[in-house]
């Protein structure tokens, strides 16, 4: 756990640094590469739901390896330097690679000061930078919308899912999960293209996420009540409204959160000029504001605090 508390330090530090030799961003390029070598368009649906489940089985293997050999330079750089302590150094620093908050958060700020300073336009286009829906016509309270299901969610594949995994397996465990999740980012759409071809990879993803979207979500209520907010409704709202999110994981984080902040989330999202109804979690007590997507960052880091607690006492 020392080794997990060190790559949350590292994130601390130093964030997701945005480069193309990211660990994440070679994943995506190798994905990519298999995706063109193994879709092919005149396939039948049973031949791209076989392919795509190839691609998935190549790269969480290709994964596990590439975090095998991390491990095994790692201690022998360590041997050959004789210090005992290089090992959970140089593993925590790889595996803060596979855990976002840092950067989670200055997103989420750089829409809350545009929204602040009532620069409306910038902090549409921001939004667009982490949401897939369209964003050119959002009011500010839509703006905080989009930022705080976003916060929420990612909270678990971005932070709390891979740590889970780390505990389990160590990093090649942990690396593997980053790449089922950039996976699922990258195919798990119900396209004509992906509803076939990119199905194991959103299954895949939410196995993956079943376990920690439920811990994330009772985080979540923890969490809320350190924060003075509302950990009683927090909890009712997840209980209540958690089912309710077309991901069987998503709406855990999102629920909770709606919870203990006394806001709704979910109602109408519009993908590339198309209208679509998500089912409302949590209650409008407050109307939404600015003030909720701070209030989000300090859940999400206040989560992943105690994980790292809770872990680090239940293993020593």
Do not use: Q
């Not at 995994?165 to 992906?194: V, W």
Request: aromatic share 12%; proline share 3%.
């Amino acid at each position: 756990m020392i080794t997990a508390i060190t790559a949350f330090v590292f994130d601390l530090i130093i964030g997701d640094p945005k480069s193309r030799f990211h660990p994440v961003a070679l994943m995506g390029n190798f994905i990519s590469f298999l995706e063109k070598l193994l879709y092919k368009e005149k396939m039948a649906n049973t031949g791209k739901l076989i392919c795509g489940g190839v691609l998935v089985a190549l790269v969480i293997v290709t994964s596990y390896y590439i975090g095998v050999f991390l491990l095994i330079c790692v201690y022998h750089i360590r041997d050959a330097m004789n210090w005992p302590y290089l090992d959970v150094i140089l593993t925590g620093f790889f595996l803060s690679f596979t855990i976002s908050p840092k950067s989670l958060a200055e997103a989420a700020r750089e829409i809350y000061f545009f929204l602040a300073s009532d620069d409306i336009k910038s902090a549409r286009k921001s939004l667009s930078y982490i949401v897939g829906r369209d964003t050119e016509h959002l009011d500010s309270g839509e703006i905080t919308r989009g930022v705080v299901e976003t916060v929420a969610e990612n909270t678990v594949d971005g932070i709390i899912s891979p740590l889970f995994f780390f505990i389990l397996g160590g990093l090649p465990l942990a690396i593997c999960y980053r790449a089922a999740n950039t996976m699922d980012s990258m195919l798990g759409y119900k396209n004509e293209r992906y509803l076939f071809f990119g199905r194991a990879a959103a299954r895949f993803d939410d196995v993956l996420n079943y376990i920690p979207a439920r811990i994330t979500g009772l985080l979540f209520v923890v969490s809320a009540s350190f924060l003075k907010l509302d950990a009683k409704n927090a909890l009712e709202i997840m209980k209540r409204d958690a089912a309710k999110h077309p991901s069987p994981n998503g709406g855990y984080a999102e629920a909770s959160a709606a919870g203990a902040l006394h806001i709704r989330l979910g109602g109408e999202n519009s993908y590339f000029g198309k209208k679509t109804f998500r089912a409302y979690m949590g209650d409008p007590i407050e109307k939404l504001s600015p003030r909720h997507i701070t209030l989000t960052i300090k859940l999400m880091y206040t989560a992943t605090i105690l994980f790292l607690i809770f872990a680090y006492v239940i293993l020593i």
